[in-house]
């Protein structure tokens, strides 16, 4: 499966390490073009390309991991979306002082599907530290928990079996009204949470 990264950050690089060690495709983009990717991709191996954002925004899923002052220019001039499953892995903070961006009453993943009409949104794997994202979900006889949640209950399945074979299991928190409140740094209680779930 292929799997498109728009932000190459510490975020957007965890999740494509994770990608590539189960197997799967990481097509990982940025602002800047996929020469100034090149040396990242090549730390990640044979199944992480640098391209396009436009590129990676027509793989089977699509992860977001940009700085919030960027998610508008992000999801701007896109291909159509048509139904595609979009992982907002974002957090709506306002620099200097780590703000809660000003959203108007929604929560941020609401904000981020008003931009990507047509897009099936999952908030996902926005919770945990870089470091911890990347690192093997599979600890202490358990698996890291990612929380999620989303409007789409097909979509959500489909994320939670990636997510699956990346080593993690899920928390289904609901809809993106409710749940991606509740993940949502600043003002939700469940960043930086790092929880393992025991058979």
């Known amino acids: 499966m292929k799997i498109g990264i728009i932000g190459a950050g510490a975020i957007g690089q965890a999740v494509a390490k994770q990608v590539v060690t189960a197997g799967h495709e990481a097509l990982l983009s940025n602002s800047r073009g996929p020469d100034s990717l090149r040396d990242i991709v090549r730390e990640l191996g044979n199944r992480a390309r640098p391209v396009t954002t436009q590129e990676a925004a027509g793989a089977d899923i699509v992860v977001l991991s940009v700085p919030w002052a960027a998610v508008p220019q992000a999801l701007a001039n896109l291909p159509a979306r048509n139904n595609r499953i979009l992982v907002d892995a974002t957090n709506p903070v306002v620099q200097p002082g780590f703000r809660l961006a000003e959203l108007g009453g929604k929560t941020s993943s ?14 996902a794997m926005n919770t945990l530290l870089a470091k911890v994202l990347g690192s093997n979900p599979r600890e202490a006889g358990g698996h890291r928990v990612v929380f999620m949640s989303g409007d789409d209950t097909a979509a959500k399945k489909s994320v939670t079996g990636l997510l699956g074979e990346f080593g993690f299991a899920t928390i289904d928190l609901g809809t993106l009204a409710v749940g991606s409140g509740l993940q949502q740094f600043p003002g939700g209680p469940l960043p930086i949470l790092n929880l393992i779930k025991v058979a």
């Open 110 to 123: 609401q904000i981020v599907a008003s931009l990507a009409p047509g897009a099936r949104v999952v908030k």
